[in-house]
């Protein structure tokens, strides 16, 4: 299909009679024919991006425009009487929990947007994360059915089709490709498993609860079935065009681990060049060593998967026996180079009866990565340190980064029109260009404040619709929306305002410009401590918005089910990104640069990737807080004394106290007297206040009130939100993906 022939079918489109989802359909499958039409020869070197989780988001708006079809559409649609915004309520495709897989989205976009070819690999689950829904505060997980709209933007190969070996099952593993369009057409194959019930549930939910053997057992056949999809697929193809010859593998393939979960591909490409083409195990393993390399995306030792061997062994007994001769040859390695015995096991990728997909990726990857300048230096000089000493050549930076086509262009037209009037068009090709807006921020500054009161009055109507809350305009919108864990201190934030609400109360804070506080986040579902977290969020939110004497000042909102498309309204009318994770601990964080890149500023610590942004920016620009690493490592040294910080600080003392003395309600769970003693009195695994919360909450406390006194000169904080919009170049995923593709991949 040609471009006339869509605008024609668009032109000639019936939509009288016809609900939302059949004309969302109809629309897509004109531009899919369209776009595929003009799909690219394969290269002859491709990258393989293997993720547990593509959070691609909603694709209609973004095909559409990658296309060039978004405007004639939206065009088109108004003169039939429709407006193109009806298609919001297709939901997202959730086929990931957080930044993740959205930056796995974000690379696909970007390789296809610079023409570089990357294919993506993963799987297609029936259901999302969950749907989340907030019922007396508490979060409850329901079903994600994303697919009950359709899903035209994937076309199923049957053709194609691959078995999966487990001991006591046979999965067939069935390919659903979903093209990424751009100046070249890209793909993203999606497994979805198929047979008995029991293969059935390998593709139905992303991340199963695994506080059971049973669950383990299910995550380890997610992780190994589209690994072993993949990788027997790419063999495959390569004796189809160059013979049972395996030396050149490596000459036409490179496939990126995106963290842990795919590690199993190693032993699986091993394990199918030995056992199926009967190559020496040395030479396969060389060409695992050319093939493969690694991104580490966290320091938190739970997310460093470690496989109990009987798990292996019980439904992977070839890839258990692999992973030993991989391990005894590892052995040999570590003779050689003299190497004491505990750097051995430290770099062992076998030993207390586990494997260790950290210590695989390692030992056999030609590279491994960090996501931000500080974490890469945290691996190099901490989690790694000991295959860092033996194999420095082996680590490199590629700090993480977020497609502005999505972030900026579609999310934020308003802004982006009024860069390309600034500064031309050109940077919407060439995002260096956008630096040049350094130049003129100070000419455009009241227009930037009309386009940020446009985009917070669109979010307001849409916390209105979808939250039920009305939220004045001329509210400061502070926004902190992220996965729920303990370490990104969304607690921190929860007793910071309610530190304000009492300031404001007792009339010690004068002068405060109105202002709401926005939460998004799911937890995981066995997470109890992050679900309490939630609950105190939503008891906080309660109390402070039915409060006549504060209301009109301060506000708190939880939004339900947070997902790409809500980020995308958040994002655009936010002044203030909280970015407030424990030093050391955020590997580099994607939404900071999403806020960046739409004029807000950051008020965070410095960690991740927001020691980049304000390298960049200007701390003058953002607001940093809180100890940093070398502080937090000293902390954690010399000792931290939590209570004794609540005795000196009567504040401190209130807000968290609250938790406990019947100022709100858990429902008689618990879970708000677990949170107390976390933090004061610490747990089995932890000593009190392992994030340090406490510590860094003043701090917070502080940096959130001087935002609000800067905030008064509007036009003085405009210029540094524009600040940020200029500086923010750096951090688009094309940048990442070229690093990727000179430094790692070759293509």
């Known amino acids: 299909m040609d471009r ?13 009679g016809k609900t939302t989802v059949e004309l969302y359909n109809e629309i897509s499958a004109y531009a899919m024919s369209y776009g595929l039409a003009k799909a690219t020869k394969p290269a002859e070197r491709n990258a393989y991006y293997l993720s547990m989780e593509f959070l691609i988001g909603r694709s209609f708006y973004n095909n559409l425009m990658e296309l060039g ?25 959730a086929l990931g929990n957080g930044g993740l897989g959205r930056l796995a989205a974000c690379f696909l976009d970007s390789a296809a947007g610079l023409g570089l070819p990357l294919q993506g690999y993963g799987v297609r689950y029936k259901y999302g994360l969950f749907k989340q829904a907030i019922r007396n505060g508490f979060q409850v997980e329901l079903p994600d059915d994303w697919q009950r709209f359709g899903d035209p933007w994937s076309i199923r190969k049957d053709n194609e089709k691959r078995i999966i070996k487990f001991a006591d099952m046979l999965v067939t593993a069935v390919p659903y490709d979903v093209p ?23 593709s139905e939910y992303l991340y199963p609860a695994d506080d059971t053997e049973e669950g383990k057992l299910l995550r380890l056949r997610q992780e190994y079935f589209f690994s072993a999809a993949a990788v027997g697929e790419l063999i495959e193809k390569h004796v189809k065009k160059y013979g049972k010859r395996f030396d050149n593998f490596a000459d036409f393939n490179v496939i990126q681990l995106n963290d842990t979960h795919p590690v199993l591909a190693i032993a699986e490409l091993i394990r199918i060049l030995t056992a199926d083409y009967k190559i020496p ?14 991104t580490n995306h966290t320091v938190l030792p739970e997310a460093l998967e470690c496989w109990g061997a009987d798990l292996v062994k019980k439904i992977l007994p070839d890839i258990y026996a692999l992973l030993i001769k991989i391990h005894l040859r590892q052995k040999e390695v570590f003779e050689r180079i003299k190497c004491t015995k505990e750097e051995a096991l430290d770099m062992s990728i076998y030993s207390n009866e586990k494997f260790s997909m950290a210590n695989l990726a390692l030992a056999v990857g030609k590279s491994v990565n960090g996501v931000a300048k500080l974490h890469s230096e945290i691996l190099k000089n901490s989690l790694f340190k000991t295959a860092y000493k033996y194999y420095p050549d082996k680590f490199q930076n590629k700090t993480n980064g977020i497609t502005q086509r999505r972030w900026l262009m579609l999310c934020n037209r308003e802004l982006s029109s009024l860069i390309d009037g600034a500064i031309g068009d050109g940077w919407r090709n060439d995002m260096s260009l956008l630096n040049d807006l350094n130049g ?5 500054a009241d227009d930037f404040i009309r386009v940020k009161a446009e985009k917070k009055r669109q979010l307001f109507e849409h916390l209105r619709i979808n939250e039920g809350v009305d939220i004045p305009e ?55 401590r992050a679900k309490a977290i939630i609950k105190f969020i939503n008891e906080i939110a309660a109390k402070v918005n039915a409060d006549k004497d504060t209301n009109g000042l301060l506000r708190v909102v939880f939004v339900q089910n947070y997902n790409v498309s809500y980020a995308e309204k958040i994002v655009a009318g936010t002044d203030v990104s909280l970015q407030v994770s424990t030093a050391g601990l955020e590997a580099s964080g994607t939404g900071n640069m999403k806020f960046m890149m739409n004029g807000a500023v950051t008020c965070g610590t410095m960690d991740g990737a927001n020691i980049e942004i304000v390298e960049l920016a200007g701390r003058e620009n953002n607001y940093i807080f809180g100890a940093e690493v070398d502080e937090i490592e000293r902390l954690k040294k010399d000792g931290y004394d939590p209570c004794k910080l609540l005795k000196s600080n009567a504040l401190h003392n209130y807000a968290v106290s609250s938790l406990i003395d019947g100022t709100f309600s858990d429902g008689g769970k618990g879970c708000f007297k677990e949170l107390y003693d976390a933090l004061t009195v610490g747990a089995s695994w932890h000593k009190p206040d392992n994030y340090f919360v406490l510590h860094d909450l003043e701090s917070l406390v502080n940096a959130l009130l001087k935002i609000n ?26 940048r990442t993906i070229k690093e990727y593709a000179e430094d790692i991949w070759e293509i």
């Open 4 to 16: 006339n022939e869509f605008t024609n079918k668009l032109k000639g489109l019936v939509t009288d």
């Open 69 to 93: 079809l978004l405007e004639e559409t939206r065009e088109v649609l108004a003169q039939k009487g429709i407006d193109i915004n009806i298609f919001e309520e297709i939901e997202d495709a």
């Open 180 to 202: 990424v369009f751009g100046k070249r057409v890209n793909n993203l194959r999606l497994w979805q498993a198929e047979g008995s019930a029991a293969a059935e549930k390998i």
């Open 281 to 294: 195990f040395p030479d396969a393993l060389e060409v695992a060593k050319k093939t493969f390399a690694y």
């Open 440 to 444: 003129r921020v100070e000419d455009i």
């Open 474 to 528: 001329d509210f400061i919108v502070f926004s902190q929306v992220k996965r729920l864990h303990e370490y990104k201190r969304q607690l921190m934030t929860a007793f910071a305002i309610l530190e304000i609400y009492k300031g404001l109360k007792d009339g010690k804070i004068k002068d405060f410009q109105p202002s709401v506080f926005v939460f998004g986040a799911k937890s995981a579902p066995s997470y109890n």
């Open 709 to 734: 006194s800067d905030y008064k000169d509007g036009k003085a904080f405009a210029v540094k939100q524009l600040k940020n919009t200029a500086n923010s170049a750096h951090f688009s995923s094309d």
